[in-house]
Nanobody, 121 residues
Framework: QVQLVESGGDLVQPGGSLRLSCAAS????????MGWHRQAPGKQRELVAA???????NFADSVKGRFTISRDNAKNTVYLQMNSLKPEDTAVYYC???????????????WGQGTRVTVSS
């Protein structure tokens, strides 16, 4: 089995920073892309940032210049550094990873359980 566990969500004031982490564990043979999505109350889940196994990155326009994404392949972990946070960044943040397990011929997308970020004064 594969499990993704996020951490780092918190209450922070506008202009502040947070770093989210997501560690994948289990019978992992290989991880391709990893990323972060978020879902605000009453809104659809949206892509925030993604990173390929070659470290190519992609960001939502709303977070460009404020958020960075990185990964540690040795630890099967993806990070989201969030700076200059705004109230509109308030949401539950979900990590995802495209993982191939041992004895599997395909990659499947796995999701974490979510971590809550609240930006408020």
């Amino acid at each position: 089995q594969v499990q993704l566990v996020e951490s780092g969500g918190d209450l922070v004031q506008p202009g502040g920073s947070l770093r989210l982490s997501c560690a994948a564990s289990g019978s992992i043979f290989s991880i391709n892309g990893m990323g972060w999505h978020r879902q605000a109350p009453g809104k659809q889940r949206e892509l925030v940032a993604a990173i390929t196994d070659g470290a190519g990155t992609n960001f939502a326009d709303s977070v460009k210049g404020r958020f960075t994404i990185s990964r540690d392949n040795a630890k099967n972990t993806v990070y989201l550094q969030m700076n200059s946070l705004k109230p509109e960044d308030t949401a539950v943040y979900y990590c995802n990873a495209d993982i191939k397990q041992y004895y599997s011929g395909a990659y499947y997308r796995y999701w974490g359980q979510g971590t809550r970020v609240t930006v408020s004064s």
